[in-house]
């Protein structure tokens, strides 16, 4: 039987970019900032040509979810198309659950850029979180078994639009300190990046 949600909670996203300098509109971008995806083909495929989709840990859980969809709305400098990501997190088990969004970056070599910005805002007519996290995850080594995770904690989303901004030497969950080239060069964890994942758990949202 299809999973039927009576309560999706949502909120939404406006081009996601990893840069070096100031952040600037979509249409100024330069070689110092790179757009992973800005939603505007109204596809998920982002602009890397990679996948994106979303994610579940218990997908037989009918009591909780998370849908996304590409949906045209006002964005942050005019009409535009954004990311809407509808998740409910108020499970009827005793897992906590967890849900979100990915996009596959392959294997992303972001060692010249040294922030991840997004635009974000709640729907305030539904309500919606005010925290999530952000992940960005790599594979530990040429075998592609174990990966590493960086991960960042936002907070103070609002229903108005805001441009928020992740320095990736924050996010020290990519570096491999046995490599002795990360004491070397610690941009090295900025490297071979496969994955950005939103995430949204019911022990962290303040609304679920």
């Known amino acids: ?58 997908p037989e859980d009918d009591s909780a979810g998370c849908e996304v969809e590409i949906v045209d709305m006002e964005g942050p400098a005019g009409p535009n198309r954004v990311l809407k990501i509808a998740y409910d997190l108020d499970s009827d088990t005793e897992r906590v659950p967890k849900n979100g969004f990915w996009t596959k970056l392959r294997n992303l070599d972001a060692s010249r850029f040294d922030q991840i910005e997004f635009d974000v805002r709640g729907d305030a007519s539904a309500g919606f979180t005010s925290t999530f996290l952000v992940e960005i995850k790599k594979y530990k080594d040429a ?51 496969d994955e950005l994942v939103i995430v949204l758990e019911g022990r962290r949202v303040d609304r679920k």
């Open 1 to 58: 039987m299809a999973r039927v949600h009576t309560r999706l909670i949502p909120f939404l996203l406006f081009t996601v970019i990893v840069s070096f300098s100031s952040p600037v509109l979509p249409e100024e971008m330069t070689e110092d900032e790179l757009v992973i995806h800005d939603f505007e083909t109204g596809m998920l495929v982002n602009n890397l040509e990679a996948d994106s989709g979303m994610w579940d840990t218990d």
């Open 143 to 193: 075998e592609r078994i174990e990966k590493l995770r960086g991960s960042a904690l936002i907070k103070n989303v609002s229903a108005e639009w805001q441009t928020l901004r992740i320095l990736l030497n924050k996010m020290t969950g990519i570096l491999e300190f046995t490599d002795p080239e990360t004491w070397k060069d610690p941009s090295v964890g900025r490297r071979d990046i």
